[in-house]
């Protein structure tokens, strides 16, 4: 598995960033897949999923201001982020996603380099 994110950059507090990830070695028509963050000293942390048929799910802070989106076509998720604060700072990865019980986990343990977002106040 091969992901291959793109996107991030350094913005000032209330402005956007469009992330890409583009993903092989899976098929990834039938795959949920999550964007991840981990921020210096903190745990990689699930803040966005879909799933295969486009069911959306977002974690707390940032409902409201991303969007996960996906295209089949081009094996490639997005996630659209507005309204940014500082505590968006952080590397972030995607990865497929699957569900155990009443919770998901990554499917692959290759990560790639991930994109790092940087919020300035």
């Known amino acids: 598995v091969q992901l291959q994110a793109s996107g991030g950059g350094l913005v000032q507090a209330g402005g956007s960033l469009r992330l890409s990830c583009a993903a092989s070695?899976?098929?990834?028509?039938?795959?949920?897949m999550g964007w991840y963050r981990q921020a210096p000293g903190k745990q990689r942390e699930l803040v966005a999923r879909i799933t295969s048929n486009g069911m959306r799910n977002y974690e707390d802070s940032v409902k409201g201001r991303f969007t996960i989106s996906r295209d089949n076509a081009k094996n490639t998720v997005y996630l659209q982020m507005n309204s940014l604060k500082p505590e968006d700072t952080a590397v972030y990865y995607c990865?497929?996603?699957?569900?155990?019980?009443?919770?998901?986990?990554?499917?692959?343990?290759?990560w790639g380099q991930g994109t790092q977002v940087t919020v300035s106040s």
């Open positions: 070695g899976i098929i990834f028509r039938v795959n949920a």
């Open positions: 990865n497929a996603v699957r569900r155990f019980g009443s919770n998901w986990f990554p499917s692959s343990n290759s």
